[in-house]
């Protein structure tokens, strides 16, 4: 599938979410606050150095309320050579706004983004699903990706009503993401998650032996406030180190995974799969 590039593609994401993730949740007391503040003072700049240290670059999803109130800390992502990508302005569901509010803040947080000088083309909905306009604002805005959803464990085009919307998604999954796994909220509401890192590095490890069996995709979806702590920083050093043990890998951004496949990758590998409900036959 990936020609010259590689016979897998591998794609790091981190969700900059700084106070966002709990703000969105009513939590607003210092103690929830300063989790967040961790990701940005902590989790953040133990991640730029990582990549430099191994010569790779991510992709870097930040709310807009994030990028507006720790520009600095996205500069420096910027400067580092760094994806950024949009997640949203305050880490909202889009299906609990109106289509005018959701318009809103995607708006906002791209103007924001400008200031930056930067053009996210990518998109990753903060709940992991998209509302019933967040397509048209991804058209509109001539957005190539969005990471969101989880219907194939490689990359396909969304459709909608039958027709091609001209986005790709980079598909996500629970099981390649650090949440479900380190995640601790004293809220029953939400995740608990204390585990082994040592456990999960079995797993993503054993999730990359099938992408690359397949000549497939892998994709981490990680967060500077969980794998940003020390020792899960080195459980993912060993996750890659691991990974590029083996020949033909391609480590890159959501970006230039996406406009690859957008350009290169042929009919007989391509695969459409429609927002509607129920079973369709993917083209």
């Given at each position: 599938?990936?020609?010259?590039?590689?016979?897998?593609?591998?794609?790091?994401?981190?969700?900059?979410d700084a106070e966002t993730l709990?703000?969105?949740?009513?939590?607003?007391?210092?103690?929830?606050?300063?989790?967040?503040?961790?990701?940005?003072?902590?989790?953040?700049?133990?991640?730029?150095?990582?990549?430099?240290?191994?010569?790779i670059k991510l992709t870097f999803f930040v709310p807009g309320w994030v990028a507006q109130n720790y520009a600095p800390v996205v500069e420096q992502m910027i400067a580092a050579g760094h994806e950024v990508a949009h997640h949203g302005w305050l880490h909202d569901d889009p299906n609990s706004m109106s289509v005018e509010?959701?318009?809103?803040?995607?708006?906002?947080?791209?103007e924001v983004f400008k200031k930056l000088g930067v053009t996210p083309v990518g998109?990753?909905?903060?709940?992991?699903?998209?509302?019933?306009?967040?397509?048209?604002?991804?058209?509109?805005?001539?957005?190539?990706?969005?990471?969101?959803?989880?219907?194939?464990?490689?990359?396909?085009?969304?459709?909608?009503?039958?027709?091609d919307t001209g986005v790709v998604e980079l598909p996500v999954c629970w099981e390649l993401d650090d949440a479900p796994y380190y995640l601790f909220a004293l809220?029953?509401?939400?995740?608990?998650?204390?585990?082994?890192?040592?456990?999960?590095?079995?797993?993503?490890?054993?999730?990359?032996?099938?992408?690359?069996r397949e000549s497939g995709f892998y994709l981490l979806t990680l967060h500077p406030q969980i794998t940003g702590r020390g020792y899960r920083m080195d459980a993912l050093g060993q996750v890659l180190d691991y990974i590029r043990k083996f020949p033909d890998v391609w480590i890159t951004t959501h970006k230039e995974i996406s406009e690859f496949f957008k350009k290169n990758v042929d009919k007989k590998h391509q695969i459409k799969i429609d927002l509607a409900l129920g079973w369709h036959e993917p083209l």
């Amino acid at each position: 599938m990936w020609k010259e590039k590689g016979r897998c593609a591998v794609a790091i994401g981190f969700d900059f979410d700084a106070e966002t993730l709990w703000l969105a949740r009513g939590l607003k007391t210092p103690s929830p606050m300063s989790r967040g503040k961790y990701g940005a003072y902590i989790g953040v700049p133990r991640i730029l150095r990582f990549c430099k240290e191994r010569g790779i670059k991510l992709t870097f999803f930040v709310p807009g309320w994030v990028a507006q109130n720790y520009a600095p800390v996205v500069e420096q992502m910027i400067a580092a050579g760094h994806e950024v990508a949009h997640h949203g302005w305050l880490h909202d569901d889009p299906n609990s706004m109106s289509v005018e509010q959701e318009k809103e803040e995607f708006l906002r947080g791209i103007e924001v983004f400008k200031k930056l000088g930067v053009t996210p083309v990518g998109y990753r909905s903060p709940a992991f699903d998209l509302g019933p306009n967040t397509l048209n604002l991804l058209r509109e805005n001539k957005y190539i990706y969005d990471t969101s959803m989880m219907a194939h464990e490689s990359p396909y085009f969304i459709t909608q009503d039958g027709k091609d919307t001209g986005v790709v998604e980079l598909p996500v999954c629970w099981e390649l993401d650090d949440a479900p796994y380190y995640l601790f909220a004293l809220k029953p509401s939400y995740r608990r998650g204390m585990a082994d890192p040592d456990m999960v590095v079995r797993v993503w490890q054993r999730e990359f032996d099938w992408a690359y069996r397949e000549s497939g995709f892998y994709l981490l979806t990680l967060h500077p406030q969980i794998t940003g702590r020390g020792y899960r920083m080195d459980a993912l050093g060993q996750v890659l180190d691991y990974i590029r043990k083996f020949p033909d890998v391609w480590i890159t951004t959501h970006k230039e995974i996406s406009e690859f496949f957008k350009k290169n990758v042929d009919k007989k590998h391509q695969i459409k799969i429609d927002l509607a409900l129920g079973w369709h036959e993917p083209l």
